[in-house]
């Protein structure tokens, strides 16, 4: 008898996670970008290897584009392309921290000329949307201060907001406006948008189409996530998640490799909020793959989603309410570590196999000559990468 | 010439920073309460100590309230002493975190019986702020757990947001209900009211006026405080200040102590955003004296909260918005620095003479013999305390 | 078959977890102690709560006693006690924090006559040692300042080293002196051992002896402790462990409850070090039942350790190994992970069943009656507790 | 008369500031690096922009040097045109982060290949330190792993020692090799050398003339770093500093600029534990200066530098022991406050005039039009940055 119920399996089922297609290019930190065989070259080259992804794990069937980075000349030609990889185009992310001109802001800069250009990037976005048949504009604000006194922090804001109206009133019809938030980085001092406190503050001012975008390592240390999933699922502003994992800052690490039992708390959060297969909540992975392989690393990364939505749907909510509502702390938390510590793999696997998929998608994958054939292929030309 | 202008000096004179009761009375550890010499043994005696700091520095107007420990028979009697000394009784502090009851929540807790106890307590509190005169109440929450899966955050976001609904209705006009909120402590999984989103989407809920209260000391690592102030003055919301200063958690020392720098800019923010001498801000001290002696160190305390905010008025904001609208970062801080490191203290003594204050509150407070006369005078009895 | 090799079990058999006295008392936060019916008012009681641990779990069979707290007459009688009840006495913990005296230091004071008082508490606790057939000597400082500019850091680790090297020469053969470090609390500006290479330098600096003792709560937000278990052991210093878990300060929550994976990698790393069933470096647990009942807190904590072990002990090194050489990140990744993921705990039920022990020993504690049987009988007295 | 006695004029005489030449070069974060006109494009241009430094404080008499970022064909030609400007050439810096070898490591690499490679790296550094004559060989390590599992850190921290004996071995008379540790960055789960204890052991096990470099960025959040400054000039082990300030993680920022208070702290213990203008205790910069100019963002560095240690010698350390001996925390607390205070700035605007230096050295750079010379001429070639 399987350890995952028809009820759960049926529910994990139904789970997309959608990735980055910037995943799949070179990455690094500010010391040294390494370099990979076979990192692509172009959009269609990043959608193909995405595609293997979904193809061993039937996990990830959509990819998030990231303008500039993914700007090519027919967007009709490259969701086709998408398609027949059996994938869709996602999310799309706007890009104001790689031009020279964003030095010193982009939405919140007190220079008219260059809050325009950035508002303006934002409407083509949104028109790359529109033939993408893209839902959500996805922002992150690489803006802030490196010193006290560089910068006149409320009128950022107020100026933000402005911005974030005029991009607001230029989406289309069931189109959505996500705010990502982030502790720190690449500003040092102040951060326009550093906390959900502010996220929050900033859609709520918009309309019901906004939201706010919750990556997983924008935290500042001891951040109980878990608790901000679930107030913004009570305040209907949980709009799509980051997944990665960290030690320390924004270390972009696989989404739980560093801490799973707080990946398990999150997951428990969503969906005692209502947010698991919900159409308001976006589950989206932003990682650096630095020094691992890049697609194994996303099919580790959906894996692992999977495994903890399972983990977290086997707590017996009935028993722990129970135990919750006579104070005994000691039971309730048994209860919630009992589905912690319980092994999905096999029943997943299992499962898998039912579907058509292979039992272990890594292995599969190693196995399928993919990785060889790109790394021979893909030779010449620029790689992708943060900035190409 | 002296280094403050007269439109400053004008401005400091109309500064008053609140005094809870709470910090004559004995505190420490969990490790240990270090017990004083003199240390005021009912609100009266506390009432008296805060009246000392008021009269060497005319910085401390008026006194915080704690219930149940500053429970008296006759509020009016006690309003009466606190004008004789020369201060007024000001915001009343609930307490929901020393009654058995509370042990697994107060105003978020499941059991009715505890809630609807919790709540009867601040109506008892807003039945005190009438006869007291006081126009704030101010509710910190101790409420949380301590481990993953021992209660529902969700259900207790809910009712806490129920809770307070009818507290901020029992409200008479022209009084406010002002939440705290709280990193961490003494719950240390979560914490009902961590951070100022939550606190500001709670009071938001509620009406104008309820606001919410930035205790300095509770706030994860790294943050930035004084964009917080930034934010909460532009949403109208800030209702006031629990100054204190911490290296590492809410380590409640002397404000100004820890990272005077940080202090600066937060009262920098404050005159930015337009919450200096505003009725909305309250300015109040919350701290322990766990070693040094406690009035002397409340002297200190609004000292520093003086000699900063002069420093911070003395920014040159017209040249700093050249340097910003430059982008001239260097230039900015530089100007941001000036302030910050010009010596006030000489201009102050020199302002306080003028004004019939000692030049130096801390050795006349000494010379005053004051202490020594609590010190033979307070023999017997119960010292006040956390908890007493 | 079973998930453990008779090898694992093997080595589990041989797995002992000494617990602390004071775990059984009440505790609690600066805010409020909550008491709990049943608490053990003496030592007596305490060790015999203690020994239940044992009897339900084979894991337990030592027992640490804190000085002054566990102070009585007769320590041949209370040896016999805890030998009746098939437990032994284990670690002596001195105390230097509850003494008026201390307010400013203890083995770092520059007054003489405290560092001598607080010396001469340690040549009690090694008498004690002597009494009880006790191996370890644990010291833990509650020493520091709250301020800058308060006391002179460097004097003061001079005097710590003076005051050890007495204490060290006053130990007879075979005992140790074990250092413990702390980041902060209870001084919130200095503590005088807070880092592991202050306990180093200060231990290595004595003798062969002399070695580091390890809270897992003591460390600055993000620390990689697993990495200071294995430098620890690399360098021979590692005397013992205290375990507990924390989400944000010394939370003193239950070992593996905050972070069950932390706690995995310092285990692997016990084990790869050669620290596993070695005499050389005890584990002891050292937490805080604030709101949780104690006995059962303890079972659990045990069973927590147990279990991580017995994961830590499925690593299969040898693939790691070859992983490792191939620089293969994600198959290195996997294998350490496979292992957490594992389910030992029907193995160990099995497993504890044919040693004649309960599958299930909190159920099995719970349908003893113990728990009944003190509450009804420990009325009366005065609970013990931090301090009693 | 000036706040500044002639004996610590005398003092701040003797300092000198070690500058970085890659302080020159472009830096930025992993999002971007922005470029800046007049940026030097080869090391005789770095010291040129130096040398500027020096010739407008007196304070920055030497340039450290990166290899290979600083490689010449002719080091006797750098030394003369070094000294032409009237500076020398300092400590050698070792990279063994930009190579594709090193993606793994470098000095703990399991590899011999690599590892020999890292090493006779060093010896080639220390070959150019005999033709530049400078005395340190410092040796940060960007080793370490991401991911758990994904190395045996024992291992590496064995071949690391064998790796340092090797280059100790090497270096000839007067050299020393100084060790700087870092807590994270670029590896984001273990750091071969993460904290000062690693170092520090390290250090010890190879000889007198192998020391620690503290680096003031390179701490876990709420490291008290002036405690650890006295622990190793108290151990005899603090080599150098590498001074920048931050808010969050290695933000590399201004030094002082994050937190004034707290370099005030720093440089109290260096002269308490004797380290100012001792021969052993290398002051240099490191910092990284994204946004703002980077000639005068360094003179502003050495002058924060130079004012926070004229208030650190301000401290009347005799009446502070007499009120730490009185355990008078707020007497005590208000002589080293009184220090910080102070401003120092007019009295040193004085003494640079009469020593014939510029009374505002930041506007007489400004004023000499050396950066719109070096705009103008530095066109065209490779503006150095980190890897040129």
New interface residues.
């Given amino acids: 008898m399987s350890t995952l119920s028809p009820e759960i399996l049926s529910t994990l089922e139904a789970q997309g996670i959608e990735l980055p297609s910037w995943a799949f290019g070179n ?6 970008v ?2 990979t065989p076979g990192t692509p070259r172009d959009p269609y080259e990043k959608i193909a290897d995405a595609a293997q992804v979904h193809r061993f794990t039937a996990l990830a069937p959509s990819v998030a584009l990231h303008i500039p980075w993914d700007k090519v000349e027919d967007y009709a030609d490259l969701r086709r392309h998408a398609e027949d990889q059996g994938v869709t185009l996602g999310t799309i992310n706007s890009n104001t ?2 031009d ?1 001109d964003y ?2 802001g982009a939405l919140t800069h ?1 220079d008219e000329r260059v809050r325009r250009k950035a508002i303006e990037h934002h409407f083509e976005c949104i028109d790359i949307m529109d033939e993408t048949g893209s839902r959500d504009l996805k922002i992150w604000l ?1 803006e802030g ?10 009128g950022r ?2 100026r933000l907001q402005d911005s974030l109206q005029q991009i607001y009133a230029h989406l289309t019809d069931g189109q959505r406006l996500v705010l990502e938030y982030k ?4 500003a ?4 326009d948008v ?5 996220s ?2 900033q859609v709520a001012a918009l309309g019901d189409r906004a939201v706010v975008c919750l990556d997983t390592g924008h ?6 996530i ?3 999933v ?2 913004l ?3 209907g502003k949980l709009g799509s998640f980051d997944f990665n994992s ?4 924004d ?1 972009d ?2 989404v739980g ?6 990946l398990f ?1 999150i997951i428990f ?1 969503v969906i ?2 209502g947010g698991l297969n919900s159409p308001d909540v976006a589950f989206m992975l932003d990682q650096c793959h ?4 890049k697609i ?2 996303q099919i ?1 990364s959906v894996l692992n989603v999977q ?1 903890m939505t399972a983990r977290a749907l086997l ?1 017996d909510r009935e028993a ?2 129970v135990a ?2 006579e ?1 005994d ?2 039971a ?6 009992d589905a ?4 999905v ?1 096999p029943a997943l696997a299992d499962w898998r196999e039912a579907r058509g998929l292979p039992r272990d998608p ?1 292995a599969a994958f190693g196995a399928s000559g993919y990785q060889e054939k790109i790394e021979a292929e893909r030779v010449g030309g620029v790689q992708a990468g ?2 190409a």
């Fill in positions: 990455s690094g930190t500010r010391f040294r390494f370099a921290f790689q020279e030095k010193f007190h690489a201060s490196n010193y006290p006194g560089q910068n006149d922090m409320r804001q107020d502790f720190f980085e690449p040092f001092y102040h951060t550093p906390d959900w406190g502010t929050y503050a935290h500042a240390p001891g951040t109980n878990e608790f901000i679930m107030q699922l009570r305040l960290r030690f320390y800052a270390d690490l696989i490799a560093a801490d799973p039992f707080q708390r959060e005692r909020g630095n020094i691992e392989k194994p690393g580790r495994e707590v722990l309410a919750q509502a104070n702390v000691l309730a938390n048994a209860i919630f570590m912690f510590y319980t092994d793999r890594m943060w900035g």
